[in-house]
């Protein structure tokens, strides 16, 4: 099911301790001799998402560096870093869900490139998808091709943005973990909730009704 990189470097990876990166990051281990981990706070309400990343990473032996870029949340008015917005919990038809912070992967993926480059590290990875993307521009693939090219011209390098679960649903996301013999550290111990409740979350927000959707439909698959 996933890609496979032939050239055994190091690679970075955009890490929040959430299902998608956290699988992404077992991914990037597979695939890679050396694995960085980076992980960011922004503001978000749910930042003991960090905490547990910190965790994960250091179960699975991974550098692991938190950035403080709470200047992301302060741009603009979201959900999920102004305390007095109510979520959306279903996107609306005539806009992004307010859900979307603008501008968090543009300068998430950048700052990582910055990170790499020092480090000698030309393989970034990330866990977002366009199949499931709640309606966040910043996650389809026209814009990783992009941003991609952007960096290479802006800094004179020749990175590789990875994106192992781009065209895969949830329920192919919790496959992709099994077969990496994971799924439990993602159902138990990642934190993919907005309201900050890990493992199987609050189970009302859109992230945590997303997984949970994923998850019922690759189990009943595998029990078929």
């Not at 190091?10 to 301790?17: A, I, K, P």
């Not at 503001?43 to 709470?70: C, P, T, Y």
């Not at 007095?84 to 859900?99: F, Q, R, W």
């Not at 000698?120 to 996650?139: A, E, K, L």
Request: with cysteine; hydrophobic share 40%; aromatic share 10%.
């Amino acid at each position: 099911m996933y890609e496979r990189v032939m050239n055994k470097e190091s690679v970075l990876v955009v890490f929040s301790g959430g299902q998608d990166s956290t699988t992404c990051l077992f991914w990037a281990k597979h695939n890679f001799k050396k694995v960085y981990a980076l992980s960011f706070l922004y503001g978000q309400k749910h930042e003991n998402e960090v905490e547990l990343a910190w965790e994960i990473a250091r179960k699975a032996k991974v550098e692991f560096e938190v950035m403080d870029v709470s200047f992301i949340g302060k741009l603009g008015h979201n959900s999920l870093t102004d305390t007095t917005m109510i979520m959306d919990m279903e996107k609306p038809a005539d806009s992004v869900p307010n859900t979307f912070v603008p501008g968090r992967n543009l300068f998430f993926l950048s700052i990582a490139a910055v990170y790499a480059r020092e480090r000698g590290i030309n393989h970034i990875v990330t866990g977002v998808s366009q199949t499931d993307f709640s309606g966040y521009p910043d996650c389809r693939d026209a814009f990783i091709k992009s941003l991609n090219v952007t960096l290479n011209l802006a800094m004179d390098e020749q990175f590789v943005i990875h994106t192992p679960l781009m065209w895969i649903d949830k329920a192919e996301t919790w496959a992709l973990a099994d077969q990496l013999g994971v799924m439990d550290v993602i159902r138990k111990e990642t934190l993919t909730c907005y309201n900050g409740i890990p493992g199987d979350g609050c189970g009302h927000c859109p992230a945590c009704k997303l997984r949970r959707e994923g998850l019922e439909k690759y189990l009943k698959s595998k029990n078929q």
